[in-house]
């Protein structure tokens, strides 16, 4: 071997031998517990990086920029290639979500059921206390009742279903061609074809439609319907058990709607104008839609111009519109809760509440497409920009990161903001802060007294703990060791050692 190949061969095993001292080195520093830091991140964002909070224990890895990702917390647990997929899975065992290339999929379990969802082709539903369980891959489908009956079918050749869509029994043959449905009081529906040819039957009703030309239909104590070319001509009665509603339709010409002796609605040209009395709250109100509107009466008073002004008040209750969609305002209680609902130019909206005897707290604030940020029961999320100002889990976790340029959310004590997929990333845990920038550049304190600066990842690192002040540069396994003042300034009685 030549003297230059000695050399290299002499440099790589002291290289690598440095590096298994400063990792030792490293190791026995942390034990110490006195320089181990609450808040730590390694590897070059946003290609990989590996955060760590002690406290609250919180842990996350990340891989080219934001497309790869696992989250570990004291609560749960989530895991994800965006926007392919993402799961998430509660520490308690009570819930656990996985996202398949969300909205389209959805595979969800929890204490009491297990749900399955693939846009329409795909859904399992169990219910495990009650013994209910449902199964659709289109067009075959399978299901149980909390009875232990069951039911299925390939659609649209043949199927039965049991208790399902607020029926009893449901069953087709070569579907629109025959389908019969019978309701939980045994009234029957049957279809031959749908929907042209209907009759009804059962010991409390009848009725049979040939539509469009005609159609008569009664339930005992319950409605009546009847129409002739159909929807020109209509008469309906309804609620006759509760309190009945009867309607005249001439379409589009004119049409009346009562609810007998307090109701009165009368249109003319649907849907352009209308006029409503209700005798009950002693209110009227006059219509010429979309463009006036014109309501008075017990706690309401309605004016609308549209698109130019538009003003409702009524009991805790009031609605401004002014040029819409430019602004609109709405100001109301839900409960004893105080909200406050602004919008600019639609999307862009402003939510405030306040309970009782506080102040008024965020909920959400937004300019589309500019930023969104949202305030829930479980911290806080934002985004610059938002094209899609959603807040649907799903959303959030799969989608928004991917085109988000700065982004940052309050989960509990740990505070996080990230701008380009987390070139620079900046992390709060109580009185602990980590700033880093793409791994070049990190700083971190805790408290008042312990300071951290490196840079390249620790090639060159100053570490202040309570007044001990330390330099490592190049990875080894000795520091550069003096006092320092709370403001940094040398302590002249102690010189610096080297240990």
């Known amino acids: 071997m030549s003297l230059t190949g000695l050399k290299r061969l002499g440099l790589t095993f002291l290289f690598v031998f440095t590096l298994s001292l400063c990792a030792a080195g490293g190791s026995n520093l942390e034990a110490s517990g006195l320089n181990k830091p609450l808040i730590s991140k390694y590897g070059f964002g946003p290609f990989f990086s590996v955060l760590r909070v002690e406290s609250p224990s919180y842990r996350e890895f990340q891989a080219i920029g934001p497309f790869i990702f696992h989250e570990t917390s004291e609560k749960e647990n989530v895991f994800g290639i965006r926007p392919l997929f993402s799961r998430k899975k509660e520490k308690n065992g009570e819930n656990t979500r996985l996202d398949v290339l969300y909205p389209l999929g959805r595979f969800e379990e929890t204490k009491e059921r297990e749900k399955d969802f693939f846009v329409l082709i795909f859904r399992s539903d169990n219910y495990k206390k009650r013994r209910k369980k449902s199964f659709i891959f289109f067009p075959f489908f399978w299901g149980q009742t909390s009875e232990g009956k069951t039911y299925g079918g390939v659609f649209p050749f043949y199927g039965h279903l049991v208790n399902r869509f607020e029926r009893k029994d449901i069953r087709f043959f070569l579907w629109p061609l025959y389908a019969r449905s019978e309701q939980r009081d045994g009234f029957v529906k049957t279809n031959a074809p749908w929907p042209f040819i209907t009759s009804f039957s059962g010991t409390n009703g009848e009725g049979f439609r040939f539509w469009p030309l005609f159609g008569h239909e009664v339930k005992k104590g319950v409605y009546q319907k009847d129409y002739f070319l159909w929807p020109f001509f209509i008469h309906t009665k309804l609620d006759l058990d509760k309190d009945p509603v009867e309607r005249w339709w001439f379409f589009p010409f004119c049409g009346k709607r009562e609810r007998l002796p307090y109701y009165h609605q009368t ?191 620790g090639l060159i690192k100053y570490e202040n703990i309570r007044g001990h002040a330390s330099l490592r540069v190049f990875f080894l396994p000795w520091r550069l060791r003096w006092h320092a003042s709370e403001y940094g300034d040398w302590l002249e009685e102690e010189p610096w050692s080297l240990r």
């Not at 700065?406 to 602990?432: F, K, M, N, T």
């Open 267 to 457: 249109d003319f040209l649907w849907p352009v104008f209308r006029k409503i009395r209700n005798d009950e709250y002693h209110r009227t109100r006059y219509d010429a839609w979309p463009v006036f509107t014109r309501a008075h009466g017990d706690n309401v008073d309605w004016w609308r111009v549209f698109p130019f002004y538009v003003h409702k008040t009524a009991e805790k209750y009031e609605k401004r519109v002014w040029l819409w969609p430019l602004y609109k305002n709405k100001h109301y209680w839900e409960g004893k809760t105080e909200v406050e609902n602004t919008h600019f130019m639609i999307w862009s909206r402003f939510v405030h509440e306040r309970d009782p005897g506080k102040p008024w707290r965020i909920v959400r604030q937004g300019v589309w497409p500019l930023f969104n940020d949202v305030h829930t029961r479980n911290g806080r999320t934002w985004a610059v920009p938002d094209p899609i100002p959603i807040t649907y889990e799903g959303y959030i976790r799969n989608w928004r990161p991917i085109w988000t340029f700065a982004g940052g959310s309050e989960r509990g004590d740990i505070h996080r903001a990230r701008v380009l997929w987390g070139l620079y990333d900046h992390v709060e845990a109580r009185d602990a802060h980590l700033t880093d920038i793409a791994g070049l550049v990190q700083w971190e304190n805790e408290g008042k007294d312990i300071h951290r600066f490196s840079l390249l990842q």
